[in-house]
Nanobody, 115 residues
Framework: QVQLVESGGGVVQAGESLRLSCAGS????????MGWFRQAPGKQRDLVAR???????QYADSMKGRFTISRDNSKNTVYLQMNNLKPEDTATYYC?????????WGQGTQVSVSS
């Protein structure tokens, strides 16, 4: 059974940092691309960052320089380091995995940033 379990969300003030984690199981983690998405209330789910099986990272333009995605294949875990958080970063953050496209999704973790 495939599972993606996110953790690390919370309530922070603008300018602070959070690190999200996503632990995967039930599939061959090291061969899958991993991604972080976010969805604010009433809005669509958008890609935040993704990392290939080989470790190449890509970011949405608004996250460049503030967010860093990384992966530890020995722990079957992908991370999202978020610095200098802004109120507009408030959303539910989802982890996803896939070979071609996104096949598996986590349940999400809430991030709330107050001004």
């Amino acid at each position: 059974q495939v599972q993606l379990v996110e953790s690390g969300g919370g309530v922070v003030q603008a300018g602070e940092s959070l690190r999200l984690s996503c632990a995967g199981s039930g599939f061959t983690f090291r061969t899958h691309g991993m991604g972080w998405f976010r969805q604010a209330p009433g809005k669509q789910r958008d890609l935040v960052a993704r990392i290939t099986s080989g470790g190449t990272a890509q970011y949405a333009d608004s996250m460049k320089g503030r967010f860093t995605i990384s992966r530890d294949n020995s722990k079957n875990t992908v991370y999202l380091q978020m610095n200098n958080l802004k109120p507009e970063d408030t959303a539910t953050y989802y982890c996803a995995a896939g070979l071609w496209g996104w096949s598996y999704w986590g349940q999400g973790t809430q991030v709330s940033v107050s001004s």
